[in-house]
């Protein structure tokens, strides 16, 4: 496919009489808005959302020069201001040098031999998962999702900072939640109250905010006096990392509000986007016999009756297809908002520096150039073939360019070694009239979880 010949230099304005009309249908369902920008209207679409100005990019030329080629002619803008709050300076809500600091230091802790040595720790909680799972009766309903979460938040703890936080599991689940929620209603909401306004949500917003600040510095604490023990071998793990550049000031390295920060920007970013990927494709498994068939058979002639072991992984090439085809339908993080520090020029067409590039990963995931059955569950999207055949900006479900999500590896091994465990000892089935809906939050989420029923 010839994607230059395709670009047109003009951002096309979006359509509608009433200015209005458009604000309230984009903020009550973004995402059904953004799923159907790329079916109406060319690569560039541009819109005003109250005084904000939205140059709308669904064409992947377009999206790799603000993600990567051009990328330092822009940063993550206000869209993260309520984020900011919770999760401060973190490496996902950071620019400029402070950003590419953190990321050198964090990056070593990813690497891909490195990851590898928490495949043991992966299978154990899948183990505690599903014995959860066994304990529950035939045909009773299950919220997948909120399993899910308990196994991303055991697994991000333990990979990355060496602690089970078993005691402290169910107000950390509820606090996140609570500060997701409460972001998500700010960002939807055409009339921002001030953070610091003494309001019912505000207060609430606060007090879990200081759950999960005290999980985290007590975490943080025992940690420090455990590394004053010189006897102590070193857990050599994410914490480790960071503590190695903590000071006083930020001369010497990272301050405890900056490292409170970073422990904090990973709960938050590795547990929800795996949990709820997760639960969208145990949703499809248990809709499509044939699918979950050639995944179990798969599964079986692997593995046999032993765990996941590295060597396993790109042999489970169709339980990688199938997570793949979760995060194309449902990708958690659903759009990525640019600012130019300038005005900007893509092919011809202007960016002002007074305005956003919104990088629409919903819609070209849907988009009916680049995908076969655009909103079908049909990991086939995803044979060798197909994704050498493929532009690599149609699927961004990660991001891309130098910010490129940089818990990736270690998300899509959890979600492959999650699919291929469970589907050997458990199968779902879906009651009648359930459908789920997705739901906006700051990921797409399915709204009450996804509740299937043991069979
Ligand atoms: C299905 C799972 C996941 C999805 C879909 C996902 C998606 C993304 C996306 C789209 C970005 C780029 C944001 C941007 O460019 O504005 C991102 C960044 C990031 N992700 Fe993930 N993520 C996932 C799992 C994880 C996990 C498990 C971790 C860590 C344990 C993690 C840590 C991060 C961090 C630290 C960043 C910021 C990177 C930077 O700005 O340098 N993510 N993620």
């Not at 019912?200 to 025992?222: A, L």
């Not at 999650?418 to 879906?430: D, G, H, N, Y």
């Amino acid at each position: 496919m010839n994607y230059q010949s395709s670009i047109a230099p003009v951002a096309e304005r979006l359509k509608g009489k009433f200015l209005l009309s458009n604000t309230f249908r984009i903020l009550k369902n973004p995402v059904t808005f953004l799923g159907e920008l790329p079916r109406c209207y060319g690569p560039v679409v541009h819109f005003t959302l109250g005084v904000k100005s939205y140059f709308v990019l669904q064409h992947p030329d377009y999206i790799k020069n603000v993600l990567l080629d051009n990328h330092k002619a822009y940063s993550k803008p206000g869209a993260t201001k309520i984020l900011r709050l919770f999760l401060g300076e973190g490496l996902s809500t950071s620019n400029g040098e402070l950003w590419l600091r953190q990321r050198r230091i964090m990056q070593p802790a990813f690497h891909k031999q490195r990851i590898a040595l928490v495949l043991r720790i992966i299978n154990e909680e899948i183990t505690k998962l599903t014995d959860r799972l066994q304990s529950f009766a035939t045909g009773s309903t299950i919220n997948l999702s909120h399993e899910f979460l308990q196994l991303t938040i055991a697994i991000i703890s333990r990979a990355m900072f060496s602690t089970a936080l078993k005691k402290e599991m169910d107000s950390m689940i509820h606090a996140l939640e609570t500060l997701a929620n409460y972001a998500s209603k700010w960002m939807k909401s055409p009339v921002k109250i001030p953070a610091n306004w003494r309001i019912p949500s505000n207060n609430d917003f606060r007090k879990n905010c200081k759950i999960f600040d005290d999980i985290i510095y007590s975490m943080i604490e025992k940690r420090k006096i455990y590394r004053s023990d010189l006897l102590l071998s070193p857990h050599d793990d994410l914490l480790d990392m960071l503590l190695d550049y903590t000071g006083e000031n930020i001369e010497d390295g990272m301050t405890e509000k900056q490292l409170r920060d970073e422990v904090t920007t990973m709960f938050m970013a590795g547990h929800e986007t795996t949990a709820q990927t997760l639960s969208w494709i145990f949703y499809h498994l248990a809709k499509d016999k044939s699918i979950y068939t050639k995944v179990k058979e798969e599964s079986n002639n692997i593995l046999n009756n032993r765990l996941p072991e590295l060597d396993d992984l790109p042999h489970l090439a169709y339980t990688k297809q199938v997570v793949q085809e979760g995060l194309r339908l449902y990708p958690p993080i659903w759009a990525l908002v640019r600012k130019p520090y300038h005005d900007e020029n893509i092919n011809g067409i202007e960016i002002p520096r007074s305005s956003y590039a919104l990088i629409n990963i919903y819609g070209i995931h849907h988009h009916p150039r680049f995908w076969e059955h655009p909103d079908d569950f049909e990991p086939n999207h995803f044979t060798v073939e197909k994704e050498q055949s493929r532009h690599p900006f149609t699927f961004l479900p990660f991001g891309g360019g130098p910010r490129l999500c940089l818990g990736s590896n270690f998300a899509m091994m959890v979600m492959q070694v999650t699919v291929c465990r469970l589907i050997k000892q458990f199968e779902f089935a879906i009651a009648e009239d359930y459908q789920p809906e997705i739901e906006i939050n700051i990921t797409l989420r399915a709204k009450n979880g996804i509740q299937l029923i043991k069979k």
